[in-house]
């Protein structure tokens, strides 16, 4: 049973949390998951400059055009690309905590996302479990928020680098944990960014 609260503004927090996991799983270093990753970016609503951006790593022009944006505006275009810096910053930190998380980890929450006899909950739930024994080893001078969407986020790349074909369910599972336990903390760092 979901326990999500719905104010009306779901489509837009999922569309944050996707652009927020999508930019930082873009700008993580040595990921092994690239096909997936361009695969992924055609089948959620990203910008296209971002999938522009995945096909075609050299492009110069700077065209940042957007089939997302018809609708809402440069307010919305202002707002994804402060997304996407908000991922940036994040990838980095990810990248330094990426060598704290064990091998062992990684492989039991990669096991658990292969068995297609597990619900969503089910994985939100092993996600949680291993997020959990992950920051017990983590120091503790990061905010437990800031600590827990990197983790999280790192978690998922380091499934996603150990089991490639298992992208698309760990990022969706992994932006459903950030929607239900991170939504507060992702919504004032977009908002703080914005003002």
Excluded: W
């Excluded at 990810?94 to 998380?101: F, K, N, Q, V, W």
């Excluded at 905010?143 to 089991?163: F, G, P, R, S, Y």
Aim: charge should be negative.
């Amino acid at each position: 049973m979901d326990s999500q609260v719905s104010n009306g503004s779901g489509l837009q927090d999922e569309r944050i949390t996707n652009l927020l996991l999508f930019g930082f799983l873009q700008n993580c270093s040595n990921h092994n998951f690239h096909r997936e990753l361009e695969v992924l970016g055609h089948e959620l609503p990203v910008p296209a400059y971002l999938q522009e951006d995945l096909s075609d790593e050299l492009q110069t022009d700077g065209n940042r055009s957007s089939r997302f944006l018809d609708d809402e505006g440069t307010n919305s275009e202002s707002q994804e690309e402060i997304i996407q810096d908000i991922a940036r910053q994040l990838a980095q930190i990810g990248d330094s905590m990426d060598h704290s998380i064990h091998p062992r980890l990684v492989n039991n929450l990669a096991m658990q996302f292969m068995n297609v006899n597990l619900s969503e909950e089910e994985r939100r739930e092993h996600l949680a479990a291993t997020l959990e024994q992950v920051r017990q080893t983590y120091p503790k001078d990061m905010e437990k928020e800031k600590a827990t969407l990197m983790l999280a986020m790192v978690l998922a790349k380091k499934v996603a680098d150990h089991t490639p074909s298992l992208l698309r369910d760990v990022f969706r599972t992994t932006v459903n944990f950030i929607n239900q336990n991170l939504l507060t903390y992702v919504r004032n760092l977009v908002r703080n960014e914005m003002d």
